[in-house]
T-cell receptor
């Protein structure tokens, strides 16, 4: 069965500093990988996804994530964060071609950007 | 641009009461899902419906039932609410398979006292 581990429950960082949110997954088959963002009192929004091809994927607001198959990781990075990036971030995985069509989510990382 | 609509947004129940959480999507998506979100545990899948007329159990189905009423609507029922079901419930939908990514509703915050 697939699983996702987000080791950091909270990441405090100062505005304009770089940040990395870590995500590791476990699966016996090929996977699709996702990052979702949740702003306070809202639902989750898709930030970026890896399906195939280039292992580096980018979002429209400056985040990027790199799929590393050997490390089974999909870490999320941003070179310079803004106050508005304060939110909770969830990594998620789904297995390819198993018939199971639901995502498994990690426990989330709360990013706190301080001025 | 409604997307996924959940009702109600907030609910307080007494132990043993029943209720139905409603979810509707207007994107012609085939698949729909119910998750619960608890602090430090992320989102856990309760039930999902890969297509109209089918439903499957997820990770934490005990104490819940679902109905895929039609392609648009997917409801979650608590027959006899327990304090352990205090949570935020999210409905989501996706096209044929989850690799397209989900669209989430804004959630229902349920408290069972």
């Amino acid at each position: 069965a697939q699983s996702v581990t987000q080791l950091d429950s909270q990441v405090p960082v100062f505005e304009e500093a770089p940040v990395e949110l870590r995500c590791n997954y476990s699966s016996s088959v090929s996977v699709y990988l996702f990052w979702y963002v949740q702003y306070p009192n809202q639902g989750l929004q898709l930030l970026l996804k890896y399906l195939s091809g280039s292992t580096l994927v980018e979002s429209i607001n400056g985040f990027e994530a790199e799929f590393n198959k050997s490390q089974t990781s999909f870490h999320l990075r941003k070179p310079s964060v803004h106050i508005s990036d304060t939110a909770e971030y969830f990594c998620a995985v789904s297995e390819v071609d198993t018939g199971r069509r639901a995502l498994t989510f990690g426990s989330g990382t709360r990013l706190q950007v301080q001025p | 641009n409604a997307g996924v609509t959940q009702t109600p947004k907030f609910q307080v129940l007494k132990t043993g009461q029943s209720m139905t959480l409603q979810c509707a999507q207007d994107m012609n998506h085939n698949s729909m899902y119910w998750y619960r979100q608890d602090p430090g545990m992320g989102l856990r899948l309760i039930y999902y419906s890969a297509s109209e007329g089918t439903t499957d159990k997820g990770e934490v189905p005990n104490g819940y039932n679902v109905s895929r009423l039609n392609k648009r609507e997917f409801s979650l029922r608590l027959e006899s609410a327990a304090p352990s079901q205090t949570s935020v419930y999210f409905c989501a939908s996706s096209e044929r398979s989850s690799n397209y990514g989900y669209t989430f509703g804004s959630g229902t915050r349920l408290t069972v006292v």
